[in-house]
């Protein structure tokens, strides 16, 4: 086989698993990534993984801290809102799996936590199924330590003290609960580079975990965190600057960074994902010159080469209606229908290639893709398969 | 048509009895139930979505002094100015100033304007001492562009003017309050669905004019409960809707000559001004772009609308014009980020033929006495700027009618909260919240932030950030569901701007319906779909302006909704 020289653009979800397979099996890789995507923002819940997950991907997530349940787990939010899931973050609460279930909340003088509402919620939303009850914990945090944003509190307990004294808190108030109780709810806390769950599980002997919050959550900078370490291991190339232009130069292709550098490689895997700082830009209609088509994302980033080409549904992007371009009507969404904005992406065939002529030195996973269907599960998933189909080519 | 039926006998003995109805939430109607209450008079009040859900809470949140009623009548100007300064001393706290520039072109036609301008706008600094205003100033080229370097350089100068900037929502709300603080039942989510005579002889009615001629029936959308009033006199303060209702009694539609007409807002996430700005549309209309609150807003239009009076929706193509209209003067607009939108219907009065603008903004009560009903009159037309002054003849007309002779009061006693104006930086130092917090609750509140701040003594949560675009304290949500009629997490948005801010209700709705729920004694389920339809209304008015920046939004805030709540049906894998 020959050597590749593989360059993936994009360290999320989708990146992170292409460039670990492409390393692993030999090519050499560089990743390109800037701020913070998705997966970096992400709550630590997983969808888009039903079944049994292959043994790359099995390998893969237990690398991430992330289990898969042989069963959907069932997680519990903020929100006090039950939702099943196909794998998750370690450190978050599986509530079925601990049955037969009372799952306490702590109740804590904290603004950002309302142990009442998320105890009636898992009441309101299990029908029956489990039960909630809340414990009153109020040394839990340090007083100056209650109106930090829960990721300080989470960092703050990677720290060996600190973490005992939270531990030494808990285990006292549990003592009186150790029959009766099997898991204990706690907020998205449990460390970020040291994930601290399955320590504290052990320590107490009922199940613990976090709830799944909302954005820039704990998982998320678990991820990053675990992410480096593996690149690190891997020996993974990495450019920490926004691509700002790609094109062909004969036969390899090029990537232009905001820093300055040329990065180039025989092969291009491109998992720049869906929005945060995603990378696309619509074609203007050669008929509309006078007022731009939509733009979104990163309009900095040009596609030099028509390699890439972007629209939805399987169509370039359709300049309708209006005289002005696409209507922002038909690219926004409300919660009740889908929308043109969730199907935005990178056209691709089937097969992962893209739109037009199947090109084998270009791949596209993760949310990157056009009408991917943006989860955790599928751009891993996809990051893998996009790998293996690079290596096949 | 047919006549309405009179009431049945059951139907009275069921009634509760009042002295006048009033049918309509938003100024006018809370206007009017506020004047009658002080004035002794039994008031129920009736609204069928909000308060403030109409024109009223969807306008550009101006009070102005007429300064365009100077061409022709200086007394409307004088009228409108002092009853500007009578809004101002009884809310004090929810005021603004809101200077504004008005730029005029470069050119031949842009001096001579500019001589005009600067004449007529001379001539209103007569009245600006009656609403606390400065006189205007006028600018060169090179002042404008000092004091607001944004501005386009292609001006020949301008003036300055000053006006005063409100919440229509607010406004609504704490004349409602105080309403039922003197006695009036307010019943917000009940829709009156017929107004019936009862059958009294005129000779009857006038020697007591107390006695009750109407039936009301109004029906509670959440409960499915009826309320029926048996009343002397009822006010139809429907704004746009107005026809419709009136058509509930016996009342031709087209003898109510309202012309609804659509006008949307486009705001944009932060103030990126500190001066109204005057523009034209390409048609020649006017716009402008004004820094409204803690945002800029751009507004607005007005085209005739017969569409659906419950789901008032703006266009992409409405926003653009605006857009396009504020960028001649303004032309960094294109790149600030527009948030969302909202749209409303003015109840103009009609006159046939004049182009949609000149339509007459000026109030109308119609006694449909005239039609065969006595003791039923409409409210048309008015501007949130002359609320008081309509509903204070509108109360003089009913409390005449019924014989009573106490006089208005709603110009010399506050409103809630504006007895005093609390220094916002002392209390976020004496209850440890956010200043900025502090500050826009006194504005909300008056000197009532303090009571709802005394609440965090009580329970630290209440200290809780929930909205951190507006922002909005966890206390204050409190407030709204038990002192001010909100019953949704949508009333609670009215109310205290919740979720209307850069992240368009992500980070805040859902616990908003969480807090519902527990205050209301709902369901965790009932709480969490209420905060989904706020998210959703949200959605939906921010559809006409997603570009660039706001796009990127949308697709986090459609992450972050999966991921809380799951995937949708058919999609995630
Ligand atoms: C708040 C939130 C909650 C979520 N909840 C769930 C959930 O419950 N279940 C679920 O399955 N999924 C969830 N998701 C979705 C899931 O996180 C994403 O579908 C997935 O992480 C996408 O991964 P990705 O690798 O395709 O893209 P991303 O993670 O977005 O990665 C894109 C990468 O490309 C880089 N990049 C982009 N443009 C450039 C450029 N021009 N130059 C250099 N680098 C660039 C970025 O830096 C980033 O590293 C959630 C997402 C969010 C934000
Ligand atoms: C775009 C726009 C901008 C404006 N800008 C300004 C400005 O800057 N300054 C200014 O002074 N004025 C302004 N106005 C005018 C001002 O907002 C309105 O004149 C005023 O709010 C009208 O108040 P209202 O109470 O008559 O009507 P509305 O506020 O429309 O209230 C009518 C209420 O009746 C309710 N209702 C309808 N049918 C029923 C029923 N059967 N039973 C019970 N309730 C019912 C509705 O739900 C609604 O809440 C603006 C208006 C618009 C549309």
Redesign the pocket.
């Known amino acids: 086989m020959s050597r590749r020289d593989v360059i993936v653009l994009g360290a999320g979800a989708a990146g992170t698993a292409a460039a670990w397979h492409l390393a692993r099996s030999g090519c050499h890789v560089r990743v390109v990534h800037a701020a913070a995507g998705a997966t970096a923002l992400w709550n630590g819940v997983v969808d888009g993984l039903p079944g049994t997950p292959s043994p790359a991907e099995s390998e893969l997530l237990s690398l991430l801290g992330i289990c898969a349940p042989t069963s959907p787990a069932k997680l519990l939010n903020i929100f006090g809102i039950l939702r099943e899931a196909d794998a998750h973050d370690d450190a978050l609460l599986d509530v079925a799996s601990a049955r037969p279930a009372l799952v306490l909340v702590p109740t804590l003088p904290r603004a950002a936590w309302d142990g009442e509402a998320i105890a009636a919620g898992l009441r309101a939303h299990a029908g029956g199924r489990f039960d909630a009850q809340t414990i009153a914990i109020p040394d839990l945090l340090l007083p100056g330590e209650l109106a930090w944003p829960d990721g300080a509190i989470a960092c703050a307990l990677d720290d060996d003290a600190r973490r005992a004294a939270f531990e030494w808190s808990l285990t006292e108030k549990l003592a009186t609960w150790k029959n009766t109780a099997t898991a204990l709810l706690l907020p998205p806390w449990l460390g970020v580079s040291k994930p601290y769950a399955k320590p504290l599980e052990k320590a107490l002997g009922v199940g613990v975990g976090e709830v799944a919050s909302g954005l820039a959550a704990a998982a998320g900078l678990r991820f990053v965190h675990r992410r480096d370490a593996l690149f690190a291991h891997l020996g993974v190339e990495v450019h920490r600057s926004r691509c700002e232009a790609i094109d062909r130069d004969g036969e390899s292709v090029r990537l232009t960074l905001k820093s300055g550098e040329l990065v180039t490689g025989t092969h291009l895997l491109v998992a720049f994902g869906g929005f945060v700082s995603g990378a696309l830009q619509v074609p203007r209609h050669p008929a509309i010159s006078l007022v731009p088509a939509f733009q979104r994302s990163v309009p900095s980033l040009t596609l030099r080469a028509d390699f890439l080409r972007v629209g939805a549904r399987g169509k370039e992007l359709a300049i309708n209606g209006s005289t002005y371009g696409t209507t922002p009507e038909d690219l926004a969404h409300t919660l009740a229908g889908p929308a043109l904005l969730d199907a935005l992406g990178v056209l691709a065939a089937d097969d992962g290639s893209p739109y037009g002529s199947p090109l084998p030195f270009v791949r596209i996973a993760g949310d990157a893709l056009a009408d991917a269907p943006r989860t955790f599960g599928h751009a891993l998933r996809g990051g893998i398969r996009a790998a293996q189909k690079l290596l096949n080519a | 048509m047919p006549a309405p039926q009179p009431a049945t006998a059951h139907e009275l003995a069921h009634a509760s009895v009042a002295d006048v109805v009033v ?8 206007g009017v139930a506020r004047d009658l209450s002080l004035r002794g008079l039994r008031v129920v009040l ?19 002094g007429g300064a365009r009623y100077l061409a022709y009548d200086a007394s409307v100007t004088a009228k409108s100015c002092k009853d500007s300064g009578f809004i101002q001393a009884v809310a004090p706290h929810l005021l603004f100033r809101i200077p504004f520039l008005m730029p005029l072109p470069r050119g031949a036609k842009g001096r001579i304007l500019l001589e005009l301008v600067d004449g007529y706008f001379k001539a209103y600094d007569d009245y600006q001492p009656l609403k606390r205003g400065e006189s205007h100033t006028r600018l060169s080229a090179a002042e404008m562009q000092a004091v607001e370097p944004g501005l386009a350089t292609d001006s020949c100068g301008g003036v300055t003017f000053d006006e005063w900037g409100t919440d ?1 929502a607010r406004l ?1 709300t704490l004349n409602a309050v105080d309403a039922a603080r003197n006695g009036a039942a307010v019943h917000v989510h ?4 017929r107004i019936e005579p009862i059958g009294q002889s005129d000779a009857a009615a006038s020697q007591s004019p107390a006695i009750p001629r109407w039936l009301v029936t ?1 029906r509670d959308a959440t409960s499915g409960a009826v309320h029926r009033v048996a009343c002397a006199f009822v006010v139809n ?5 107005g026809p ?2 009136a058509a ?1 009694g016996d009342v031709a539609r087209a003898s109510l000559n309202v012309r609804p ?5 486009v705001y944009y996430e932060r103030r990126i001004t500190n001066f109204a700005i005057v523009a034209k549309a390409i048609d020649g209309r006017q716009a402008f772009l004004e820094p409204w609150e803690n945002m800029t807003v751009i ?2 239009t ?1 085209d005739d609308y017969y569409g659906n ?2 789901r008032v929706l703006p266009t992409s193509e409405e926003a653009r014009y605006l857009i396009q209209a504020v960028a001649q003067v303004f032309p960094s607009i294109r790149r600030a980020r527009a948030i969302g939108t909202w ?5 103009t009065i009609h006159r046939w033929g004049r182009v949609e603008d000149k339509l007459s ?1 000026e109030h109308e009560i119609v006694d449909h006495a005239v039609a065969g009903m006595r003791g039923v009159i409409s ?1 048309i ?7 008081r002054l309509f509903a204070e003849e509108a109360s003089d007309f009913v409390a005449h009618a019924l014989g009573v002779n106490r006089p208005c009061q709603t110009h010399v006693l506050p409103l809630p909260g504006g007895i005093s104006v609390p220094n916002p930086r002392q209390l976020a130092e004496e209850f440890s919240v956010d200043s900025i917090a502090a500050q826009r609750l006194v504005f909300r509140h008056g000197e009532r932030a303090r009571p709802i701040l005394q609440s965090l003594r009580d329970d630290p949560r209440n200290a809780e950030v929930v909205c951190p675009c507006e922002p909005v304290l966890g206390a204050e949500i409190r407030h709204v569901l038990r002192e001010e009629f909100a019953f949704t997490a949508r009333d609670v948005s009215r109310r205290t701007r919740l979720g209307l801010g850069a992240c368009g209700g992500m980070r805040c709705a859902l616990r908003c319906g969480q807090i519902v729920a527990s205050e209301r004694g709902l369901s965790p389920v009932e709480g969490m779909r209420q905060g989904l339809e706020l998210l959703e209304t949200q959605a939906l008015m921010r559809r006409p302006i997603l570009d660039g920046e706001q796009a990127q939004q949308e697709a986090l805030h459609r992450a972050y909704l999966r991921g809380l709540l799951g995937p949708s049906p058919g999609e995630g894998s």
Do not use: Q
């Open positions: 049918i309509g939430g938003g100024v006018n109607g809370t009736f609204e069928k979505n909000d308060l403030a859900f109409g024109a009223s809470g969807n306008s550009s949140g101006m009070i102005h229509g609504c009940t829709e009156v669905e109004a303060a429907t704004g746009a809707w419709l209702t509930l007409g659509k006008g949307i807002h507004g607005t007005d009076l419950d749209a409303g219907v003015r109840p903004r409210l037309g008015g501007k949130l700027a002359s609320y």
